[in-house]
């Protein structure tokens, strides 16, 4: 293989490889909204509607005035739900009220 031709398949594998940050980087608040939302879905208690949950996250998410601080807010709720098995009410209502236990 010749030295251009080894060139062009680095260059073509870093600018894919760029790509692919760049795609992350867009897309990581997203991610990070839709894991917490699904978690906070599985860890409610039983019979709490999903759609309550979005719109009380959402309302939550809707306080915080930069999206800095929103990626903040959704990685400290759900670090605080890796660790533990399920919500209590209780736990929920300070949860999607900024008071964390």
Known sequence: MSVKRRSIIIIMAFAFASVLYGVAEYYSS????????????QKA????????????L?????????????????????GYLEKIQYLAQEDLDRLLASEMP
């Open 30 to 41: 997203s991610i990070i909204l839709y894991v917490t939302e699904q978690s906070l879905a």
């Open 45 to 56: 208690p039983s019979g709490t509607d999903p759609v309550q949950l979005h719109k009380r």
């Open 58 to 78: 959402s309302a939550l998410l809707a306080t915080v005035p930069n999206q800095k601080e929103k990626m903040q807010t959704l990685l400290r709720i759900s």
